[in-house]
């Protein structure tokens, strides 16, 4: 079933993405009375909407006091609309071979969104205006609420997993008055109209449950029954499936925070705080991780004696494409990218491999310069060389450095120990030869100065025993330094189930 609907909706896709059709998406998990109060598309019914109707082009659309509604996007892109809000897409392109582009308006009342591939296309590919400002995005998730005086208090839910399997980035809140980056969830700021965008700050608790309550989502049964089948993505039936698996009900179960506590309140927070970053569907796997460490007596961690024994057998590869890389831990930092990774652990030869490729935006490298650049890495290994240092469990690791070459270059990458732990200790290269990091196309904005110095790893291994379902994951990190300043750090997670 799965497969036949993904495949009606990939159809649809492309017949939406032609050159002059204006469908761009339709409505789900409505509630109350919706109505589309004008349009731009000739024919277009004017009036009461119900689930599973068709969104246009320059759609005006308005939610009664007492109604919400979700409005699913062709490029996977989902808004959420509380009581009374007010929303016009403007500008929808998405096309393959042209330059993709989403703009929307929202006038009044609570929204959430959950960017999809039109954001991670291109740099702020996708914007939504609110009164007093236009935010631009980067892939990610955001909500936000507008009085009726046009003030909007907009945060960044990120980071964090997803319904849809969009991923955490940035945001930028500008007008002709100013400019603000948003790099860290659960931050955010209040904008007026003709008044620049406030100072970035912690959302308050209150904020954040007002807009809980205003866009909270439909119990995954209702919104299963109330989407139609040729718009069923195997992320939702999956995500679904997982809910009611576990027993979830109620009116909230389907919006990101509640998946996310599925993880346990407190690992929850610890990532958000580290600034972890997910692939599509790493909140399904991390879910089915907990239940495993829930349970009377979890199973431990593989160690370097399981993963050379009969506990696993054969090949299994680890793959995810387009995880999202953004700034964290580091104040200031306005650096971006993404990256594809395949891992290959081969149990009966004893032997695991790893190929990455991906990109950095903006990176800052010093204070009055900021680079750009394409890494890649291919390294193999013994499973038996992997290291123990992280979190007591078998790990592989690799780390490369570039540094300060001239006023607009760096050296050639070379190897270099991964500092780890706290205390932190230096764990060396677990990949035989000399597996440094590639880097090219690599532009720096502004001059490089003497001592600047980027730092790219990847580590990961596997956090759990169970066969066939065990999870892997890959993180990858790139930091700018110069002596004991740290400029910027990009990073994100891939976390994957073994196939």
């Known amino acids: 079933m799965i497969k036949k609907l993904i495949a009606t909706f990939s159809g649809l896709l492309l017949a939406c993405t032609s050159v002059n059709a204006e469908f761009i998406g339709v409505t789900a998990a409505l509630k109350g009375e919706v109505l589309r109060t004008a349009s731009v598309t000739p024919n277009t019914p004017i009036g009461l909407l119900e689930s599973g109707d068709k969104v246009f082009l320059g759609d005006q659309i308005k939610v009664s006091d007492t109604g919400r509604l979700q409005v699913l996007l062709v490029d996977e892109t989902v808004f959420t609309l509380g009581s009374g809000a007010e929303m016009t897409i ?21 929204f959430r969104f959950v960017s999809g591939k039109i954001a991670k296309s291109k740099k702020d590919a996708m914007k939504v205006a609110v009164p007093g ?33 969009a991923t955490p980035g940035a945001i930028s809140v500008f007008n002709d008055r100013g400019s603000v980056d948003i790099l860290r969830g659960g931050y955010g700021l209040a904008v007026a109209v003709d008044e620049p965008p406030g100072v970035v700050e912690q959302a308050e608790p209150a904020l954040l449950e007002r807009l809980e309550r205003a866009v909270s989502e439909l119990a995954s049964e209702e919104i299963a029954a109330n989407i139609p089948e040729e718009f069923v993505t195997e992320r939702i039936v999956e995500l679904a499936e997982t809910l009611v698996e576990k027993g979830v009900t109620g009116t909230n179960v389907t919006n990101d925070v509640e998946v996310l506590r599925l993880i346990t309140e407190e690992g929850a927070q610890a990532l958000s705080d580290d600034g972890v970053n997910f692939d599509a569907g790493a909140a399904i796997l991390l879910a089915r991780y907990s239940e495993l460490l829930t349970a009377p007596s979890p199973p431990p961690g593989p160690s370097l004696a399981d993963l050379q024994s009969a506990a696993f057998s054969g090949s299994r590869t680890y793959a995810a494409t387009g995880v999202q890389m953004t700034s964290a831990n580091v104040v200031g930092g306005t650096g971006s990218g993404s990256f594809d990774v395949t891992t290959t652990y081969d149990f009966d030869a004893g032997a695991l491999s790893q190929s990455i ?72 290269n677990t990949f035989t030869g000399s597996p440094a990091f590639g880097v090219t196309n690599l532009v720096i904005t502004g001059n490089a100065a003497s001592g600047d110095t980027l730092h790219i790893s990847t580590n990961g291994g596997l956090t759990t025993v169970a066969s066939p379902g065990d999870i892997g994951f890959t993180n990858i990190s790139v930091l700018s330094y110069n002596g004991l300043t740290d400029n910027d750090n990009v990073g994100g997670t891939a976390v994957t189930v073994g196939q």
């Open 133 to 165: 400002a236009t935010i631009a995005v980067r892939g990610t998730q955001v909500a936000g609420l507008i009085d009726d005086n046009g003030r909007s208090d907009i945060v960044l839910l990120g980071p964090g997993p997803n319904s849809f399997g």
């Open 90 to 110: 403007d500008q929808f392109v998405y096309d393959p071979a042209k330059e993709n582009q989403l703009s929307a308006n929202i006038q009044k009342g609570a």
């Open 357 to 428: 490729a991906g990109a950095v935006e903006d990176i800052k490298i010093n204070s009055g310069a900021t680079a750009n650049f394409n890494f890649s890495f291919s390294g193999t290994t013994d499973i038996a060389n992997m290291t123990t240092a992280l979190n007591g469990e078998p790990s592989f690791v690799a780390a490369s450095i570039m540094t300060q070459a001239s006023a607009s270059s760096f050296t050639a990458p070379s190897d270099v120990d991964l500092s780890v732990g706290d205390p932190v200790v230096a764990v060396p």
